[in-house]
């Protein structure tokens, strides 16, 4: 019997091997994007602490406009430090969307590949198979030969 051989071995090799290079990119790229996100989310919240400790201020009983003053210019500060994260948050996510087209691409082809070799590999089974019984058969056919031929002997 022939041992089944994938001619485009060599290919889905290739291809399954670029395909986990583009896992490893895509996995990369997923976890900057998710620390960038975590560091605009965490600076929201300070933002957010900020605005709150400057309202806070401006209710108070008695006014430190000097204190007001530099926490309105920091917290407006913060707000343009919030605005650039979450804007390189978005650039991080991006990339990881155009990191994951191109591995579902590569993982496409490869399991394309994949089923032309597992149809190959079925059609070897089946010709086998059909190899097999057209040798029995043929066995077959020749022991009935042989009996009728020692039938018509004696």
Same mark, same amino acid.
């Given at each position: 019997?022939?041992?089944? #051989?994938?001619?485009? %071995?060599?290919?889905?090799? $290739?291809?399954? &091997?670029?395909?986990?290079? @583009? ?9 900057? =994007?998710?620390?960038?996100? %975590? ?18 201020? @401006?209710?108070? !009983? ?5 204190? +007001?003053? *530099?926490?309105?210019? =920091?917290?407006?500060?913060? /707000?343009? /430090? ?13 990339? =990881?969307?155009?990191?994951?087209? $191109?591995?579902? &691409?590569?993982? &496409?082809? *490869? ?13 070897? #089974?089946? !010709? +086998? ?6 040798? +029995?058969?043929?066995?077959? &056919?020749? @022991?009935?030969? @042989?009996?009728?031929?020692?039938? %018509?002997?004696?």
């Amino acid at each position: 019997m022939t041992r089944f #051989r994938f001619r485009l %071995e060599r290919v889905l090799h $290739a291809r399954r &091997a670029a395909e986990q290079m @583009q896992r490893a990119e895509l996995a990369a790229a997923e976890n900057l =994007a998710r620390r960038a996100e %975590e560091r605009a989310d965490a600076w929201s919240d300070d933002v957010r602490t900020a605005q709150t400790d400057v309202r806070a201020a @401006q209710a108070a !009983k008695s006014l430190d406009a000097g204190w +007001i003053l *530099v926490s309105h210019t =920091a917290h407006e500060q913060m /707000v343009v /430090v919030e605005r650039d994260l979450c804007a390189a948050a978005d650039v991080a996510s991006d990339a =990881a969307a155009t990191e994951r087209a $191109a591995w579902r &691409a590569l993982r &496409a082809d *490869v399991r394309g590949l994949e089923r032309l070799e597992a149809r190959g590999r079925e059609r070897m #089974r089946e !010709k +086998i198979a059909t190899e097999e019984e057209r040798a +029995i058969e043929e066995f077959a &056919a020749r @022991q009935a030969e @042989q009996r009728r031929r020692m039938g %018509e002997r004696r």
